[in-house]
């Protein structure tokens, strides 16, 4: 089944040691988005890919970066983890088709900063 | 910018109870899209809406878009246990250039009590 990958689904990290989430789809869809979501709030958009461009939200810390090497694969770096960061974070695919742009999440990566 | 107030934020019901959640919002969307999430689980599209007085159904459930496209409702009838979950609405900016960015309400945290 075509799907949204997310690997790992938990991650333990210490405060300040960088630290890398993957997210792969099948989908070939060619718009990739990384969300934060902190408890049972609404998902909030870090950044997204749309093909090859790289789209940063205005109040996305520096802290936080991405790397999409293809079509498939997506990275979200955090540099230097605070308590604050710890999060639930939701990679997602879209296909532009116009108005609809339904996205398909990834079952996500709990993080947890000690 | 477009804003989506979604309500109640929180819902607490016994198994058989019908309830409504509602989707508002001053600005109109070219499409709406309602997700439910699971605890530790990623979100997972219901339903699209696209078209002004559009009704979809489910199973139990019923998604309505306004006329004028800058409303929605998720009615769900006899409610079950399996249905506890946050529900999302999320619409799609009705602009160019958006790139598929979604806005997402605040989410309803369903608990249904058997």
């Known amino acids: 089944d075509a799907m949204v990958i997310q690997n790992p689904r938990y991650q333990v990290t210490q405060f300040g040691k960088p630290v890398t989430l993957s997210c792969s789809q099948t989908?070939?869809?060619?718009?990739m988005y990384w969300y934060q979501q902190k408890s049972s709030q609404a998902p909030k958009l870090l950044f997204h890919?749309?093909?090859?461009?790289?789209?940063n939200e205005a109040d996305t810390p520096d802290n936080f970066q991405s790397r999409r090497p293809n079509t498939s694969f997506c990275f979200l770096d955090i540099r230097s983890p605070g308590l604050g960061d710890a999060a639930m974070y939701l990679c997602?695919?879209?296909?532009?088709?116009?108005?609809?742009?339904?996205?398909?999440f990834g079952p996500g990566t709990r993080l947890t900063v000690t | 910018t477009q804003l989506l107030e979604q309500s109640p934020q929180f819902l607490s019901i016994q198994e058989g109870e019908n309830l409504t959640v509602y989707c508002n919002s001053s600005?109109?969307?070219?499409?709406l899209q309602w997700y439910r999430q699971e605890p530790g689980e990623g979100p997972v599209l219901l339903v699209t809406?696209?078209?002004?007085?559009e009704v979809k159904k489910l199973k139990r459930l019923t998604f309505q878009f306004g006329d004028a496209r800058k409303d929605s409702s998720l009615h769900i009838t006899a409610a079950q246990p399996g249905d506890t979950g946050l529900y999302l609405c999320?619409?799609?900016?009705?602009?160019?250039?958006?790139?598929?960015?979604?806005?997402f309400g605040k989410g309803t945290k369903l608990s249904v009590k058997p």
């Open positions: 997602a695919t879209s296909r532009d088709s116009g108005r609809f742009y339904e996205q398909y």
């Open positions: 999320a619409g799609a900016p009705n602009y160019g250039g958006s790139q598929g960015n979604l806005i």
């Open positions: 600005s109109v969307f070219s499409s």
């Open positions: 890919y749309y093909d090859k461009d790289f789209n």
């Open positions: 809406v696209v078209t002004g007085g």
């Open positions: 989908l070939n869809h060619n718009v």
